[in-house]
């Protein structure tokens, strides 16, 4: 068979499907890139963390909203911003790279923040909308932000065998603070916010009792005390950390801090 002759077939068999770009090959055409089966929308939906955005996660119920005009639509998500990596070409070609290296267990070193980094990544994870590299440096696991890997290289030469109890360890984490200290908190919130830590947990694998007055006791693993204080901060005064103490006590010492510095 010549090549005109697969070419012929090409177009004819798959009309609709490809096309030729402008250097003469043959490429899936737009509407075929852009096509995600029906079946396939719960998948999507896991994969990007919204399985739980509406109340009716049924597939006629997802279809409807998809094919009602947006104009038409009564409802309205407002999504969480998130980094866009694409606006850089070397973190896009970075994201890449990272996860084919992931893919094919290759190490990989980079600088990171200054520091020259020799690294054995396992996962990409997206908190918040920022995009991390969680990997192993030196015997620990760690996680580094994307935007700020500079100057990476894939070691082909070299694989790696990840080991299961890191992937354990990722899977089960719902941040991306991986440090071995895991402290457990109390605190103690106020009837006026405590509907807002009932309706989704703000800490990591929190758990809360509700007491007759309408105040929460809260409970939560945190890695570090900068990992809780910025969340008690927004909820101020309505939420107090019973314990460890010293972790109160450091935050009301951050507090007269800044009103002296304020009073300057």
């Not at 029906?38 to 739980?52: E, I, M, N, P, S």
């Not at 999504?79 to 606006?87: A, I, N």
């Not at 909820?235 to 951050?254: F, G, K, M, N, Y």
Request: hydrophobic share 35%; glycine share 4%; net charge neutral.
């Amino acid at each position: 068979m010549d090549l005109r002759t697969i070419e012929r077939d090409l177009g004819e068999r798959l009309h609709g499907l490809v096309e030729r770009n402008g250097d003469g090959r043959w490429q899936l055409t737009r509407t075929a890139l852009s096509t995600i089966p029906a079946k396939r929308l719960h998948d999507y939906a896991q994969l990007v963390g919204t399985t739980q955005l509406f109340p009716d996660t049924s597939l006629r119920y997802l279809l409807a909203q998809l094919e009602t005009p947006e104009s038409r639509r009564v409802m309205r998500v407002q999504s969480v911003p998130h980094e866009d990596l694409r606006e850089c070409t070397t973190h896009f070609a970075d994201f890449a790279r990272l996860q084919t290296s992931i893919e094919q267990r290759y190490e990989c070193r980079f600088t990171y923040k200054g520091k020259p980094r020799h690294a054995q990544p396992y996962r990409l994870i997206n908190k918040s909308g920022i995009w991390y590299l969680a990997a192993e440096e030196a015997g620990r696991l760690k996680n580094f932000s994307i935007a700020l890997i500079e100057s990476l290289q894939v070691d082909e030469s070299h694989r790696f065998t990840p080991k299961p109890e890191h992937h354990r360890f990722i899977d089960e984490k719902d941040d991306i603070w991986f440090t071995e200290a895991n402290n457990e908190v109390l605190l103690r919130v106020t009837p006026a916010v405590a509907h807002y830590f009932t309706r989704r947990a703000l800490l990591p694998q929190q758990q809360h009792r509700v007491d007759d007055d309408g105040s929460l006791l809260v409970t939560t693993k945190i890695n570090h005390i900068n990992q809780l204080l910025p969340v008690v901060r927004y909820w101020l005064p309505h939420v107090r950390i019973i314990s460890p103490t010293d972790w109160q006590q450091a935050l009301e010492a951050q507090l007269r801090d800044y009103l002296n510095q304020s009073a300057a």
